[in-house]
C-alpha cells in the first residue's frame, strides 16, 4: 500500500442502519467525497479521502446493512468489498445506545482476516439512558482498538486517527476463540463437522471458522466460493452434510448474541431504565393518530422549508433584473444583439432557475434531514408501511409524495432520506405523478372556462387518473428497479430520539447543495440554450422560430392526441414550466411575446386579455380536455428534472422517467380527446 | 406457545423458536430476534407492523413475519 508519492490506506465503514456511518463519512471526507453506484447495482457508492501526517486515506461507505449475510445486493457488495481487498481496515461502528443489538454486526465481521477498529459511536445519548461503557476492557476482551466516539463530535476525532494507525500497523484482529467456541458448543456439533469438510487456511480473507457458520446459515454465495476449492467428493459431502442442516442461521446468531452478551457482562452497566416509548412516541405510532401527525409534520416541514429557502429564493428572484443594465452595457461596448439576448435571457435565467431550485431543495433537505436525524422519520415508515408497500415503496416514501403536491423539486430532493438508491429512483418516479401547486394554476382556469359549473369533476378525474397512474407507474419501474428477492416484509429498528447535530447537519448538506448546484447549472444552461435557439425569431412574434415551424409541421400527428399545434407547443413548454402553458397559449394565440419569455419570464400563470375568447373559438371541449390532462401528466418542469437527476444521479433513469411521462402523457391525452369526443 | 402476532400490546414473552426461510432467519436474527430473547409488545394493531421492544431497541416487524416466531407469554 506505499507508493513513491506517499503512503497511502483504505478505510471502510462498516455498521447497521443508524449507527452514525454518514455522519462519521462526512466528517473524514467533507467536500472531498464522490458519490456513485457500485458498478452493476443499483446501490448507492460513497467514496472520499483525507489526508493525515501525510498518509493519504481513501474511505468508502459500506451500504448500511443489518449483518454480512447474502440477504441483498446492499450486504453482497459490502462483503465483497471487504474481501477482495478494498480496505486495509474496516471500522465497525455500533450504536452504543443498543450495544447489545448493534454489536451483532462486529460479532457478524470476526473471522474476517482484515484488520478493523471497533467505534462506539453515539457514546452521549448512550450516556443520557444511564448507561457506562468500559472501553478499555472491551478493547482486552477483543484484541483490536475499541475507541468510544460522538461521530457529530469534531473535537473527537483524536482517538479515531489513533486508533486507525493503530490498526494499520498493527494489523489487529477480533480475537474470535471465546465466538468458535460458541459455534462448537452448537447441538449435534455440525459446525465441527463442516469445518472439518473445508480447506483449513480458508479463502483469501475468510478464516474457514467464518466460513463455517456462514456455510451453516446456509449462505448461498459463500458455499459456490468454497465448492470451488474442494475435490467432487468432498464437494458432495458438504452438499450433504448442509442439506441436512435446518434453522442454521437461527443457532449461529444464537451463539453470536451469547458472545456479545458476554463481551459486554461486566463492560456495560445500565443504571435506571425509561419506558420504551415516550408520550410523543406512542402519539407517533398510534393506529389511529400516527398517520395523521406524520401527514400533519410533513406538511409544516413543507412550509418549515421556505423559511431558509426563501432569502435564497429572493436573491435569485434579482437575478433576471441585471438583464436591463447587462445588456446597456453590453450594447455600449458594441456587442452583437444576439449576444446580449443571450446573455440576458439564457444566461441570466439559468442563474435564476438554479438558485431558485438550490434554495428549495437546501430547504426540504435541511428539514427533512433534521427529521431523519432525530429519529422521527422511523416513525412515519412504521405507520406508513402497509400503505407504501402496496406500491412497492417504503414507509418513508409517504414524505416525498406528500411534499410533491406542493413541489415536485422538493419531492425529488426529499427522497435523500430513503437509504435505498432503487427505492428512492421509484419514489421519485412516483412523485412526478402527484399533481403539483402549479397544475392548480392552470388546470381549474381552463377547466372552469370550458366546462363551466362542471369544471370540480374535471378535478376529481384528475385525482382518479392520478391513483390509477400511480398503480401501473409502480409495477412499470418495480419491476425494474427492485428485485423480487429484495422485496422482503418490514423489519426495522425505530431508533431512539436525539437532540440535532446542526453541524454535521448542515456539513453535509452544504457539501451535497454546491455539488447540485454545480451540476444544475450546466443542465439548466444547456436546455435553456437549445430551448432559446428552437424558439428564437428575429422579430419577436413566434412565428418565426423553429419550434413553431415544427409544431405547425406535425399538428397532423398531434391531432391525433387532439392537441393544437399550439396547444401541442404549450405542452412542451410546460416541461421547462408547467406555470408557463397559460402564457405560452397566449402568446401563440394572440401573437404576442416569444415563446421563450412567456415560458421562462416569470409572467405566471395569467389569462392574457382575449385568450378565453381565442380559446373557446379554437379549441373544442374534447381538446381542452386533452391538453388539461397533457399537461398534468407531462413531466413537472426543467428543474424537477435536473433535481430526479441529482437524486438519482442517474441519467438513464432520468431520461427513462422523461420519456415515460411523456409517452403517458400523449397517451392519456389521446384516450381522453377519444373518449371524450363519444360525449362532449 | 403461541405466535409473535397473537401476544397482546404490554404484554412480555420469549422467543422460543424462529421459523422460515434462511433469508427471513437471518434477517429476523441480525436484528436480534433470537432463541431466549424476551420481548415486550408494545403495539399489536391490525394493518400496522407489530412493535416491540428487546435488546434495548423499538423494533418493527411485518405482522405476517410475525407468525413465524413462536413465544411463551411470561406476563
Not at chain 1, 392548480?440 to 385525482?463: C, N, Q
Amino acid at each position: 500500500m506505499t507508493s513513491t508519492a506517499g503512503a497511502e490506506a483504505s478505510i471502510a465503514l462498516l455498521g447497521q442502519p443508524n449507527s452514525g456511518k454518514s455522519t462519521l463519512f462526512n466528517a473524514l471526507t467533507g467536500a472531498r467525497q464522490r458519490v456513485g453506484n457500485w458498478p452493476g447495482k443499483t446501490v448507492e457508492k460513497k467514496e472520499g479521502y483525507y489526508t493525515r501526517a501525510g498518509v493519504h486515506y481513501h474511505v468508502a461507505d459500506l451500504p448500511g446493512t443489518y449483518s454480512l449475510s447474502a440477504n441483498s445486493e446492499e450486504e453482497i457488495i459490502t462483503r465483497d468489498h471487504i474481501a477482495s481487498g478494498g480496505a486495509d481496515v474496516v471500522c465497525i461502528l455500533a450504536d452504543s445506545s443498543q450495544l447489545s443489538r448493534s454489536l451483532f454486526m462486529l460479532a457478524d465481521y470476526a473471522g474476517i482476516r482484515c484488520p478493523a477498529v471497533l467505534l462506539l459511536n453515539l457514546m452521549d445519548v448512550a450516556e443520557k439512558q444511564g448507561k457506562q461503557v468500559d472501553a478499555a476492557e472491551l478493547e482486552k476482551r477483543l484484541g483490536i482498538p475499541v475507541v468510544p466516539f460522538v461521530a457529530a463530535d469534531l473535537r473527537q476525532y483524536e482517538p479515531f486517527h489513533e486508533a486507525v494507525e493503530r490498526a494499520l500497523k498493527q494489523k489487529t484482529l477480533i480475537d474470535t476463540g471465546s465466538l468458535t467456541a460458541k459455534y462448537r458448543a452448537l447441538e449435534g456439533q455440525v459446525y465441527e463437522q463442516v469445518l472439518a469438510l473445508l480447506p483449513a487456511e480458508g479463502l483469501g480473507r475468510y478464516s474457514a471458522d467464518w466460513i463455517a457458520a456462514k456455510l451453516l446459515e446456509g449462505d448461498q454465495a459463500v458455499q459456490a466460493a468454497v465448492e470451488e476449492q474442494l475435490s467432487a467428493e468432498k464437494k458432495h459431502e458438504l452438499r450433504t452434510f448442509l442439506s441436512q442442516v435446518s434453522n442454521g442461521a437461527l443457532e449461529t446468531a444464537g451463539a453470536k448474541f451469547q458472545w456479545v452478551d458476554e463481551l459486554l457482562d461486566g463492560v456495560l452497566v445500565q443504571s435506571g431504565k425509561k419506558a420504551a416509548l415516550s408520550r410523543f412516541d406512542r402519539l407517533a405510532t398510534h393506529r389511529r393518530w400516527g398517520k395523521p401527525l406524520a401527514i400533519l409534520i410533513i406538511l409544516l416541514g413543507l412550509i418549515a422549508s421556505f423559511f431558509p429557502a426563501a432569502p435564497i429564493m429572493l436573491a435569485g428572484g434579482m437575478i433576471p433584473q441585471l438583464g436591463a443594465p447587462i445588456g446597456a452595457a453590453l450594447s455600449a461596448i458594441g456587442a452583437p444583439q444576439l449576444l446580449i439576448d443571450l446573455m440576458s435571457q439564457v444566461v441570466l435565467n439559468t442563474l435564476y432557475f438554479a438558485v431558485a431550485m438550490i434554495g428549495f431543495v437546501f430547504g426540504v433537505n435541511l428539514v427533512f434531514g433534521f427529521l431523519e436525524e432525530i429519529g422521527y422519520m422511523a416513525r412515519v415508515s412504521y405507520v406508513f408501511d402497509g400503505t407504501m408497500t402496496r406500491l412497492g415503496l417504503q414507509g418513508k416514501a409517504v414524505m416525498p409524495l406528500v411534499v410533491s403536491f406542493g413541489c415536485t423539486i422538493g419531492g425529488a430532493a426529499g427522497t435523500r432520506v430513503i437509504d435505498s438508491w432503487a427505492q428512492r429512483v421509484l419514489t421519485i418516479a412516483l412523485a412526478w405523478v402527484v399533481p403539483c401547486a402549479a397544475t392548480w394554476a392552470i388546470v381549474p382556469v381552463i377547466a372552469s372556462l370550458f366546462f363551466g359549473a362542471w369544471a370540480p369533476l374535471v378535478i376529481v378525474a384528475i385525482f382518479v387518473v392520478a391513483g390509477l397512474h400511480m398503480l401501473v407507474t409502480a409495477k412499470v419501474f418495480g419491476s425494474r428497479l427492485i428485485r423480487d428477492e429484495d422485496r422482503a416484509g418490514l423489519i426495522m429498528e425505530l431508533p431512539p430520539y436525539h437532540r440535532p447535530r446542526w453541524g454535521a447537519l448542515l456539513r453535509s448538506i452544504l457539501v451535497r447543495t454546491w455539488d447540485i448546484l454545480s451540476r444544475a447549472l450546466r443542465i439548466i444552461f444547456i436546455v435553456s440554450l437549445v430551448f432559446w435557439l428552437v424558439t428564437y425569431s428575429a422579430g419577436g412574434s413566434p412565428d418565426g422560430s423553429l419550434l413553431y415551424r415544427f409544431g405547425r409541421a406535425i399538428e397532423p400527428v398531434t391531432m391525433f392526441f387532439g392537441l393544437t399545434w399550439q396547444t401541442f407547443l404549450a405542452y412542451i413548454s410546460s416541461m421547462v414550466s408547467k406555470e408557463a402553458a397559460l402564457g405560452v397559449l397566449g402568446s401563440l394565440y394572440l401573437g404576442a411575446g416569444s415563446i421563450f419569455s412567456s415560458t421562462l419570464g416569470g409572467s405566471g400563470p395569467q389569462m392574457a386579455t382575449g385568450l378565453s375568447e381565442a380559446l373557446l373559438a379554437s379549441l373544442s371541449a374534447p381538446a381542452a380536455l386533452a391538453f388539461i390532462f397533457a399537461v398534468t401528466f407531462n413531466a413537472p418542469c426543467l428543474m424537477a428534472i435536473t433535481s430526479t437527476y441529482q437524486e438519482t444521479r442517474s441519467l438513464k433513469w432520468t431520461l427513462r422517467i422523461l420519456a415515460y411521462y411523456f409517452a403517458t402523457s400523449l397517451l392519456l391525452a389521446a384516450i381522453v380527446y377519444h373518449v371524450a369526443g363519444l360525449f362532449l | 406457545m403461541r405466535n409473535l402476532h397473537e401476544v397482546k400490546a404490554g404484554q412480555r414473552a420469549v422467543i422460543v423458536d424462529v421459523q422460515g426461510s434462511s433469508r427471513f432467519l437471518s434477517r429476523a436474527t441480525s436484528i436480534g430476534l433470537t432463541r431466549g430473547l424476551e420481548i415486550e409488545m408494545l403495539h399489536n394493531e391490525a394493518r400496522l407492523p407489530l412493535l416491540l421492544f428487546g435488546r434495548d431497541t423499538v423494533i418493527a416487524l411485518n405482522r405476517e413475519d410475525g407468525q413465524q416466531i413462536q413465544v411463551e407469554v411470561v406476563a
